[in-house]
Antibody, heavy 126, light 110 residues
Framework: QVQLQESGPGLVKPSQTLSLTCTVS??????????WSWIRQPAGKGLEWIGR???????NYNPSLKSRVTISVDTSKNQFSLKLSSVTAADTAVYYC??????????????????WGQGTLVTVSS | QSVLTQPPSASGTPGQRVTISCSGS????????VNWYQQLPGTAPKLLIY???QRPSGVPDRFSGSKSGTSASLAISGLQSEDEADYYC???????????FGTGTKVTVL
């Protein structure tokens, strides 16, 4: 059973770069046709998709964050990572990593997240 | 940013049926499949429904999903106290080339 675990600093200073890693266990990050995604949730608010990466290195990002986001993958370590630059207090949130199933069929694009990591709180403050 | 609209809250007594709506557009729900996630307090979201109406293994059949045009719905029949949670719809958005979530609905069991 695949499990995901986020790790990284819980406190980042304004204008710096937020860096998180998601470690995949119980299966290879390269197996199957999955994308690997980052999602965040500010306290008391809804979910926001940050972006995703395929093991080939192909990425898609949320247009509202695209200029500041980089997602990368390290298949040798079974990990993928998030970097968010020039952070402000508005970037304070719980950050989740998740596996995304994604394919096209007669119903259109089919895209869901399962499983999810437990989430890690990142606070942007001086 | 949320482009899928949900009512902020819904409630019911144990045993009742509760329905949550999710309104989108032709470039998201109208073109692609809808998923639903349940988020219990203090926990990560959990996949509840995928591909409009499919339940992952382990999800009770009290939960059902449907889609019509640019809207989708999640129904919880036989409401139980453990169903008290936040529920989010989601879909791929073609014009943004991005995944979008709904605004979320808090379900309260009275």
């Amino acid at each position: 059973q695949v499990q995901l675990q986020e790790s990284g600093p819980g406190l980042v200073k304004p204008s710096q770069t937020l860096s998180l890693t998601c470690t995949v266990s119980g299966g290879s990050i390269s197996s199957g046709t999955y994308y690997w995604s980052w999602i965040r949730q500010p306290a008391g608010k809804g979910l926001e998709w940050i972006g995703r990466i395929y093991t080939s290195g192909s990425t898609n990002y949320n247009p509202s964050l695209k200029s500041r986001v980089t997602i990368s993958v390290d298949t040798s370590k079974n990990q993928f990572s998030l970097k968010l630059s020039s952070v402000t207090a508005a970037d304070t949130a719980v950050y989740y990593c998740a596996r995304a199933t994604y394919y096209y069929d007669s119903s259109g694009w089919v895209h869901w997240f399962d499983p999810w990591g437990q989430g890690t709180l990142v606070t942007v403050s001086s | 940013q949320s482009v899928l609209t949900q009512p902020p809250s819904a409630s019911g007594t144990p045993g009742q049926r509760v329905t949550i709506s999710c309104s989108g557009s032709s470039s998201d729900i109208g073109s692609n499949t809808v998923n639903w996630y349940q988020q219990l307090p203090g926990t990560a979201p959990k996949l509840l429904i995928y591909s409009n109406n499919q339940r992952p293994s382990g999800v009770p059949d009290r939960f059902s999903g449907s889609k019509s045009g640019t809207s989708a719905s999640l129904a919880i029949s036989g409401l139980q106290s453990e169903d008290e949670a936040d529920y989010y719809c989601a879909a791929w958005e073609d014009s943004l080339n991005a995944h979008v979530f709904g605004t979320g609905t808090k379900v309260t069991v009275l």
